[in-house]
C-alpha cells in the first residue's frame, strides 16, 4: 500500500520520515492559498491508495477528498466540514487525534494503516512491584512521540505521578497541530497513559489496581475533551 503525505510545508514532516520505515510513503508539497475562499482548485496529486492531509485550508483539503480516494485528516476543520467532505467522498476519516485511530474502520486502506499507527498498544513486561521491566511498542503515533516517550519508561514505577510525567513527555514530542477539534495534545498524552495502564493491567492487575481512581479520572477527561460536554 502505497501513502501520499499531503502537506502545505507546516506539519507532516515528521510522521513522513516514521511512516515511510513501514510503507511506501511519498511527500507531497499542496499549495497554502490566502485567500479564505479558493474556487476550482486543482491539485496534481500522484497516486496513492491513501493519503494523508495535514493541509491547513479547506478548500485544499476538500481537492484532496474530491481524489475519491481514502484520506485521513490529520488537520480537521470541525464536524460541518467534515459532513461537506463526506457528501463528496465518504472515504474519510478525522480522528479525535491521530495517536487514537483504530483498525476498525469501513476503509480498508486506512484500516491496514492503523495496525501500525494510531491508537498506541504496547508489549510490556513488570515486575511485582509495578516497575517496568521492559516495553515494546506495537502500535504508535506517526509523529513518533510513542516510542521516543515509552523509552524513558523503562525501570520506573507505575503510580499517578509516573502516568503524568508520561503523558507530559508525549506532549512534549507530540507535533499535534491545533486546528478544529483535532490532535489536542493534552488528549494525546492522556490516551497515551491509559493505554499504557491497559497494557500493564493486562499483565499485571495489581499493579493497575493501584492507580485505578487516577485513572477512572482520566476515562472522564478523554470523553469530556472528545465530546466537548
Not at 20 to 47: G, H, K, N, Y
Request: contains cysteine; hydrophobic residues 40%; charged residues 25%.
Amino acid at each position: 500500500m502505497k501513502i501520499g503525505i499531503v502537506s502545505d510545508g507546516k506539519f507532516g514532516d515528521r510522521a513522513f520520515e516514521v511512516i515511510r520505515d513501514r510503507f511506501p510513503t511519498e511527500w507531497i508539497m499542496a499549495p497554502f492559498p490566502q485567500s479564505i475562499i479558493v474556487d476550482d482548485l486543482e491539485l496534481d496529486l500522484p497516486e496513492c491508495d491513501l493519503y494523508i492531509s495535514y493541509v491547513r485550508h479547506p478548500d485544499v483539503a476538500l481537492a484532496i477528498i474530491g481524489k475519491k480516494k481514502p484520506v485521513i485528516l490529520g488537520v480537521s476543520f470541525g464536524p460541518g466540514f467534515l459532513r461537506q467532505a463526506k457528501a463528496i467522498n465518504e472515504d474519510i476519516i478525522a480522528p479525535a487525534t491521530m495517536c487514537s485511530l483504530e483498525d476498525t474502520t469501513w476503509v480498508p486502506a486506512i484500516n491496514e494503516y492503523a495496525k501500525v499507527f494510531g491508537r498506541p498498544s504496547f508489549d510490556v513486561k513488570v515486575q511485582e512491584d509495578g516497575t517496568i521491566e521492559s516495553i515494546r511498542v506495537i502500535r504508535g503515533s506517526p509523529c513518533g512521540s510513542t516510542v521516543a516517550a515509552s523509552v524513558e519508561l523503562l525501570g520506573t514505577q507505575l503510580s499517578p505521578e509516573q502516568l503524568q510525567h508520561y503523558g507530559l513527555r508525549i506532549c512534549h514530542f507530540c507535533r499535534a497541530p491545533r486546528f478544529g477539534k483535532t490532535c489536542d495534545k493534552e488528549i494525546a498524552g492522556l490516551i497515551h497513559a491509559r493505554e499504557l495502564v491497559h497494557a500493564i493491567s493486562a499483565v499485571s492487575p495489581a499493579a493497575g489496581a493501584r492507580v485505578r481512581s487516577f485513572t477512572d479520572e482520566m476515562e472522564k477527561i478523554i470523553d469530556q475533551k472528545i465530546t466537548g460536554e
